[in-house]
């Protein structure tokens, strides 16, 4: 078998897999794809590096493209008291050290239901949720309950994190965590970047998950949540957990002598990086410059 045939051969097999995958995860990103198949086809995608996987699925159609729609899901202006922000941006360093909770919106016919969401900050798997009629306390406490049944580091501290919603500000919303021992932080200044694991989350399920259709009735949106939210923490890689799934990173730290630090580059990380670049970049252009005139002047 020649070279050229060979590679169509794997190349068929290759994106055949792809197919199916996108079955249940249809919109999963080009990266996350090729570390499944890296792990599932071994010696098939030798030869498929990055980009060559990423031209692979582009000259068959199989790269997405994000789809935006929005619904109100936040009300911050009431009587109720609103906490201090405890997160401050920075990483969980372990599972059940810090939750964020969020509220997103899911069409059906010609109105929203929503969707109440409790996520572990560092294994990114999704521990609670309820998919409501209406985006009241009580909705959002059943997300939290289930939360809180689902723990196995219950002796750890653990803080809350949300935005300054009235749901999340509600008497009966504090006091579920007050009685279980949960510290309450909130969103200060309103920006995404506040609680951006759980924007991430809501855009993964829409994007990724078919959360983003317009679903016929409620049961049949529910089926489709929880089918994804077994795929998602189950199944789908994360690159800010070394490519494990959400349920292997909060599982795998139990079982480590040296807990292990996901390498998260952080905001102040990315400046300084693009910086240095762009330091880079000056210079080269300097030195073309200079090596330019010189040779003029040889001339």
């Not at 200044?189 to 990724?208: C, F, H, M, Q, T």
Request: net charge positive.
């Amino acid at each position: 078998m020649g070279r050229e045939q060979e590679y169509s051969v794997r190349s068929g097999l290759v994106l055949e897999r792809v197919r199916e995958i996108r079955k249940d995860s249809h919109r999963m990103g080009t990266l996350k794809l090729r570390s499944i198949l890296a792990k599932e086809m071994g010696s098939a995608m030798v030869g498929l590096g990055r980009d060559a996987f990423f031209r692979l699925l582009r000259e068959n159609d199989l790269l997405v493209k994000c789809k935006r729609r929005y619904a109100i899901t936040t009300q911050s202006d009431h009587r109720f008291k609103k906490w201090p922000d405890l997160v401050q941006r920075r990483q969980a360093l372990r599972p059940e050290q810090i939750w964020v909770s969020d509220i997103t919106y899911i069409r059906i016919l010609d109105k929203w239901i929503y969707l109440c969401l409790v996520t572990d900050a560092y294994s990114r798997k999704i521990l609670g949720y309820k998919l409501t009629h209406r985006p009241t306390a009580q909705a959002c406490i059943s997300a939290l309950r289930m939360a809180i049944s689902h723990r196995i580091y219950p002796q750890s501290s653990l803080i809350h994190h949300s935005d300054r919603g009235i749901q999340y500000c509600s008497t009966n919303y504090v006091n579920m965590l007050q009685e279980n021992g949960l510290a309450i932080s909130m969103t200060q200044s309103g920006s995404p970047y506040d609680n951006a694991v759980a924007e991430r989350l809501n855009g993964i399920l829409k994007n990724e998950y078919r959360m983003a259709e317009t679903f016929p009735d409620y049961k049949t949106a529910l089926a489709q949540l929880v089918k994804a939210v077994n795929i998602y923490n189950h199944f789908r890689p994360h690159m800010s957990c070394n490519m494990m799934s959400p349920q292997q990173a909060h599982q795998e730290w139990q079982s480590q002598k040296v807990p292990k630090v996901f390498q998260r580059r952080s905001l102040e990380a990315k400046k300084f990086r693009s910086k240095t670049r762009e330091t880079a970049a000056r210079k080269l252009t300097t030195d073309n410059s200079k090596k330019t005139d010189n040779d003029n002047h040889i001339q």
